[in-house]
């Protein structure tokens, strides 16, 4: 019988799972990723704007209910995960992101983690993704241990 025994298993392919397993490349750990999505097809409407947001060719067919409206939600579930689809800004959560949030119906608690503690893995992401900016600028912009590995560029024209 196949030995089936993983010392890892990732659960989605996205970014976040990708950077995982990139990790962990390398280690001699057996790592497994589960992805419940197919692989996308590479054809011309992944560059046509009317397939994707008025067609929602790729958005998956469920349906979601919120008390008693039901809806199509924007989910993607493929190889790569939404971030096949994401608009590649790569915020940092800001301090007070970790901290209890009070809304109107209802409040959200603290992390058990502060952004302190992400903070040297977020800088290490910027460097694995080759993230842009430009730091001092954004006035709600968290403590950053290192700048922007690369400058910002400007916007396209639309
Ligand atoms: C159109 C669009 C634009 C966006 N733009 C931005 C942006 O600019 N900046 C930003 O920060 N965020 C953006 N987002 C949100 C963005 O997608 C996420 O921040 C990022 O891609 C999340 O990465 P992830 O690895 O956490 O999850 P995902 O990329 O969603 O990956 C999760 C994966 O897990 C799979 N999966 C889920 N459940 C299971 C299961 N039970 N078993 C197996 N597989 C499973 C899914 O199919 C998916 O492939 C955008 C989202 C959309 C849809």
Request: aromatic share 14%; proline share 9%; glycine share 10%.
């Amino acid at each position: 019988m196949a030995d089936s025994s993983y010392d890892v298993i990732i659960i989605g392919s996205g970014v976040g799972g990708g950077a995982v397993a990139l990790q962990l490349a390398g280690s001699g750990a057996r790592v497994l990723i589960l992805e419940r999505g197919p692989v996308l097809p590479r054809e011309p409407q992944n560059w046509d704007p009317e397939a994707l947001f008025c067609d929602l060719r790729y958005r998956s067919d469920e349906t979601w209910t919120s008390g008693t409206r039901r809806f199509r939600p924007g989910q993607y579930y493929y190889v790569g995960g939404h971030t096949k689809f994401y608009g590649a800004a790569m915020f940092r959560f800001r301090e007070r992101d970790f901290e209890e949030s009070v809304h109107e119906d209802g409040f959200s608690p603290a992390w058990p983690i502060s952004y302190a503690d992400l903070e040297p893995w977020y800088t290490q992401a910027e460097r694995l993704f080759g993230v842009r900016g430009t730091a001092g600028l954004d006035p709600t912009e968290p403590p950053r241990s290192a700048p922007y590995p690369h400058p910002s560029r400007s916007s396209k024209p639309r």
